[in-house]
């Protein structure tokens, strides 16, 4: 590649090009989730800081989501259906960049890939719940029970985990 200048350009504008497919959902995504979160709680965003009670009902609330939504998607094969082909497709892109000595197969990263997928609506849900904590904190209302409702299963869920950790 150093001898010859040509794939030297071709390579790096075809990474380029395969990184920057990769790093626009994700700068989308980032854009969408501040655009949501400044429309939800308006001037309260910038003003007004979350406390650590709602940081830690915002964790109670989403690591249960996001197991919850894992498991929904791992059992309806989603990302079978969806991106099975997208990910051959850049397995190959990767093998012909970069004539790597053993074959990528990103195939394999399936879990990972669903991990990602069920963080986004958990991503937005938790973006959503911090806008309402900060806009209700400038209107002075109080937290609503169903918020502490809810967040009662993954505070039990964590405590048997760390209690399952701790006991061995």
């Known amino acids: 590649m150093w001898k010859d200048k040509g794939s030297i350009g071709e390579t790096f504008f075809g ?35 979350l406390r650590a009670s709602e940081y830690l009902l915002l964790v109670a609330l989403s690591i ?54 069920a963080a986004i609506p958990v991503l937005l849900s938790a973006t959503a719940l911090a806008a309402w904590f900060r806009r209700s904190r400038t209107h002075h209302l109080a937290m609503s029970w169903q918020v502490y409702f809810a967040a009662t299963p993954g505070v039990l869920c964590g405590g048997l985990l760390l209690a399952s950790l701790f006991t061995r």
């Not at 990474?15 to 994700?26: D, S, V």
């Not at 079978?80 to 197969?105: H, K, R, T």
């Open 64 to 117: 249960p989501m996001h197991l919850l939504l894992f498991v929904v998607i791992n059992v309806t094969n989603l990302t079978n259906v969806l991106v099975l082909d997208v990910l051959q497709g850049g397995s190959n892109i990767v093998n012909c960049l970069f004539s790597l000595a053993e074959p990528v197969s990103l195939q394999g990263y399936g879990d990972a890939l669903n991990i990602l997928l």
């Open 15 to 49: 990474a380029a090009a395969l990184f920057g497919l990769l790093y626009l959902p994700f700068v989308v995504l980032w854009e969408g989730n501040q655009y949501l979160a400044r429309k939800l709680a308006g001037d309260a965003y910038a003003a007004v800081p």
